[in-house]
């Protein structure tokens, strides 16, 4: 495949369906709606709104972190903060399933309908690839391809288009494209992320203390792993307490589950053998966490556990 050519070829496409329009997309800082932005910007410059929806699921850093990278790029983003409107449709929430729905609902429905009759945009640029496509037809996952998922008709709805430049790509060749956009190894090298971000990683009710605590968690447990080359790495915090002792007195605390998964493609996964003196300094980190007194590993390949637990 010649993915210069490729390249070329869906900026081409892209100018000629927006033609003088507006159109908008969302960054999520992965590579896939990292390189839409790239290629959507070489397009439309200016007539290309790009958003990062802060949801305040976020890791530590992440809207700063995402801010910055594009800001190196000459490539002007706009940070949404909806932090309250997310935290309003989870609470109470403690089934997966619903949480997942109340997160999609609140971006697709709430904040993307309006950022969308704000600017009048007639099209949506998706990151969507041709392993969601198939994800999604073999009933794998179903976060991908949101909006009909939602019974959306995003033209009927909003009014808007939907186009999908990398739906002929896979992430192999998404990582091909981002480097000759020249996008940073930082940004495409990063390990996948889930779109329900710590709300993933969270067993049951989310709330601002509960997030607190895995992103302290999670901030941990990248920084022992960057090096690990393992495919994904993840902190999570369980519903259930255990009896600890924190400063000579007994402590009903949480407990962390840390993940290490080598992987190809997520579809299957076995745990990483990491040295046992790394997990050692996990915990010793994790459990120094107010509140955390335990810090578990997690051994159970994919299947039968799925990689994260919501
Ligand atoms: P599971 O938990 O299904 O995860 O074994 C497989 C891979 O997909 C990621 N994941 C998601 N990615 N939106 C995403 O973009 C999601 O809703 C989502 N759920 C899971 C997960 O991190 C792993 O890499």
Redesign the pocket.
């Known amino acids: 495949m010649d993915y210069r050519k490729f390249i070329e070829e869906r900026i081409a496409e892209i100018r000629e369906t927006v033609g003088d329009g507006v159109a908008i997309n969302a960054l999520?800082g992965?590579v896939d709606s990292a390189v839409v932005t790239a290629i959507g910007h070489r397009a439309l410059g200016t007539q290309l709104k790009t958003f990062f929806v802060d949801n305040a699921l976020m890791r530590a850093g992440e809207p700063e972190f995402v801010e910055k990278v594009f800001a190196e790029m000459n490539i002007p983003i706009e940070v949404v903060d909806a932090g309250k409107e997310f935290l309003a449709a989870l609470r109470g929430l403690t089934d997966p399933e619903e949480k997942?729905q109340a997160i999609t609902n609140t971006f697709y429905c709430d904040v993307f309908g309006r950022l969308v009759r704000e600017t009048g945009a007639k099209y949506l640029l998706h990151g969507t690839i041709l392993t969601d496509i198939e994800e999604t037809t073999a009933g794998i996952?179903r976060?991908?391809n949101i909006l009909s998922q939602l019974g959306i008709d995003p033209e009927k709805e909003y009014g808007y288009q939907v186009l999908e430049p990398l739906k002929t790509l896979r992430k192999d060749g998404v990582r091909k494209v981002a480097a000759l956009l020249d996008l940073p190894d930082q940004l495409t090298s990063r390990i996948?992320?889930?779109?329900?971000a710590l709300a993933?990683r969270i067993v049951g009710e989310v709330t601002e203390d509960e997030l607190t605590l895995v992103r302290q968690a999670t901030a941990i447990v990248e920084d022992e792993l960057a090096d690990s080359g393992a495919f994904?790495y993840?902190a999570v915090l369980l519903q259930d307490r255990a009896t600890g002792i924190r400063d000579q007195r007994r402590e009903f605390g949480r407990i962390v589950a840390v993940r290490c998964i080598d992987s190809l493609d997520?579809r299957t996964?076995t745990p990483a053998r990491l040295e046992w003196e790394v997990l050692e300094r996990i915990c010793r980190r994790i459990t120094a966490i107010p509140g955390v007194n335990r810090c578990l590993y997690d051994l159970t390949p994919?299947p039968p556990a799925?990689?994260?637990y919501i």
């Open positions: 999520s992965g997942r996952k976060q991908h996948p992320f889930p779109g329900p993933a994904q993840l997520a996964a994919k799925t990689v994260e």
